[in-house]
């Protein structure tokens, strides 16, 4: 009522303002078309009209609700044209939030595929690529195909730097358990020597397998991705028995029945030097962990001969009455052990040339030995069955054997069964010609693990430097590396 009585005044009071001026037809001010016109149109009183109007309506909206500002609706743009051909594409739906494949956590929907598929793809020759190892992998085309491979380092290149978060893991394995390594699948075979393979190592980045063989072959591997057989260094007239990577992982050291040993750049793959002065077999050797490289060499010819990789020819001679076929330098490279025929182990005193202790315990052939990552320890292993630990310290009991351990066999066929630490001190691990791998717990000394595969003597067995992985090779001709 309020309202309607307000526009009445305000009629009122605007025509005795206007008097005198004839009423217009407002009813054609919204038409377009001047065809439909019945009447010509004042185009003058037309504009006063809808000046009334506006200003009859702007008065009663202030007497009603107050003076306000009117607002402007913003104007839209025109939607732009879709690309060519997409006219029939589903509009994308974009997730909340997207992560980046590298610093987000992998979905669940991203399982990692099961060991049997991921064996069947490496064999087959699938591309297979590893969500884990993405971020630092690069991806290549592979010459004269057209798929992606991945471009494992070379050696030297330092692959054990991946930082991983510590929440993201390696995914899932077979039967949903949580992978602990970076390998493609939880236990993978490598397979490519022709006889028996006698030794395998890591580099001590972890991103490298060398293995010797009786074929008189040398293969490097790639620990992560296919584990692909990258290269082979042959030069060897006869089985590689040992080898060793040098401290700086740029060297390969091996010894052969040929009466060799041979230096190797893993680089290039070629025979960087050669050191042939022992009269028979050369069964071991060993790299200083320490500058000078000097190497550490056993025959059967009954000596142990010292080598500086920077000179022609060894430098030291240490004679023994029996065939050595297990040698090992100190933490500090001033002293060398040596194990033989004799079921003693030497303890050599470079500066003096003699021996200043035996250690006595094994009750036949020592066949394989290793220090400590600690430099405080020495593992030996014999044919009489037994793994030995000697503590190398100063000041330590007379009866320097302080733990042995047992569980794995020795048989006819005597060959030099190779033991190995972990890089924590805190488990060992050896070959058996029972066909299995073992490893044990040093402080309690039971057997952790008792890990079958292999359808021949397990030759030497190795822990990976930086992931729980163990490898092993035996005269089956096969290298396995498992995940524990």
Known sequence: MTFLLVTSILQIFFLKEKKGTPPVDYRHTDTCDSAAHTQPINLEAQNRGLSLTRRRLDASRILLHGPT???????????????????????????????????????????????????????????????????????????????????????GMELGNVQQHPNQAFGLGPGGKQRSSSLEAPIMLLSGHQSAVYCMKFNPAGTVIASGSH??????????????????????????????????????????????????????????????????????????????????????????????????????????????????????????????????????????????ETLKGHQDMITGMQLSPDGSYLLTNAMDNELKIWDLRPYAPENRNIKTLTGHQHNFEKTLLKCSWSPDNRKVTAGSADRMVYIWDTTSRRILYKLPGHNGSVNETAFHPTEPIIGSCGSDKQIYLGEL
């Open 69 to 155: 500002r009117l607002r402007r609706r913003p104007r839209l743009l025109p939607p732009l044209p879709p690309p060519a051909g997409s006219a029939n594409l589903p509009r994308p739906r974009l997730p909340p939030r997207v992560h980046s494949a590298v610093s987000a956590p992998f979905p669940e929907q991203a399982q990692q595929h099961s060991a049997s598929s991921r064996l069947a793809s490496s064999s087959l020759g699938l591309p297979f690529r590893n969500i884990s190892l993405t971020r630092d992998l690069k991806m290549f085309s592979a010459p004269g195909n057209n798929s992606l491979a991945l471009a494992a380092p070379r050696p």
């Open 215 to 356: 074929d008189k072959d040398i293969f490097l591997w790639y620990v992560h991705g296919d584990c692909k057989n990258y290269m082979v260094l042959r030069g060897h007239k006869n089985a590689i028995l040992d080898l060793q990577w040098t401290t700086d992982g740029t060297q390969i050291i091996s010894a052969s029945p040929d009466k060799t040993l041979r230096v190797w750049d893993v680089e290039t793959g070629k025979q960087v030097k050669k050191m042939a002065e022992h009269s028979s077999f050369v069964n071991s050797c060993c790299p200083s962990r320490k500058y000078p490289p000097l190497v550490v060499s056993g025959s059967d010819d009954g000596t142990a001969k010292l080598w500086d990789l920077r000179l022609r020819g060894a430098i030291q001679t240490l004679p023994d009455k029996y065939q050595i076929t297990a040698v090992s330098f100190s933490e500090a490279a001033d002293k060398v052990f040596t194990g033989g025929l004799d079921n003693d182990v030497k303890w050599w005193d470079l500066r003096k040339n003699e021996v200043t």
